[in-house]
């Protein structure tokens, strides 16, 4: 698959939701690192009006760009981190949790009974990203 901004072959990509349906995004290396400011500034506010704590962003910014950087986290480490943010009260770390969970892949086939308990999450962009989980693991 190639960067949707240049024909270099697009080494990752993110899955926003825009008007309430999943979009994906793919990038070259060099855009990934350009557009991961842009996404974080775009994706996190939208949790800062719930009573979210910005102080844990730096962490998900972390494992943000591990994607887009040489690798600091390991899958079992990331597995780890994000079955243990389904299971916390603040929806953007159930959101960002059922997102990296999608973004494992079938790696993450053990999530899934956790994933499908956030199908009746009452965020809905919690309850977006555990679906596209889901779907995206058993594919």
Avoid at 32 to 59: K, M
Avoid at 85 to 113: I, M, N, T
Wanted: charged fraction near 30%; proline fraction near 6%.
């Amino acid at each position: 698959m190639k960067c949707e901004l240049c024909d270099q072959e697009a080494v990752t990509h993110v899955t926003d939701l825009e008007h309430g349906a999943p979009r994906e995004h793919h990038f070259c290396q060099e855009h990934a690192q350009e557009r991961l400011g842009d996404y974080l500034s775009r994706v996190l506010p939208r949790f800062s009006d719930r009573g979210l704590d910005p102080a844990q962003w730096p962490q998900w910014a972390a494992l943000l760009f591990q994607n887009f950087a040489p690798s600091t986290v390991s899958k079992a480490e990331l597995l780890k981190f994000s079955m243990d943010s389904l299971k916390q009260h603040d929806a953007r770390s159930r959101y960002f949790g059922a997102a990296w969970l999608g973004f494992l892949g079938p790696d993450a086939k053990e999530a899934v009974p956790d994933l499908r308990c956030l199908l009746d999450d009452p965020e809905p962009l919690v309850r977006e990203a555990a679906k596209e989980a889901i779907r995206k693991i058993e594919e």
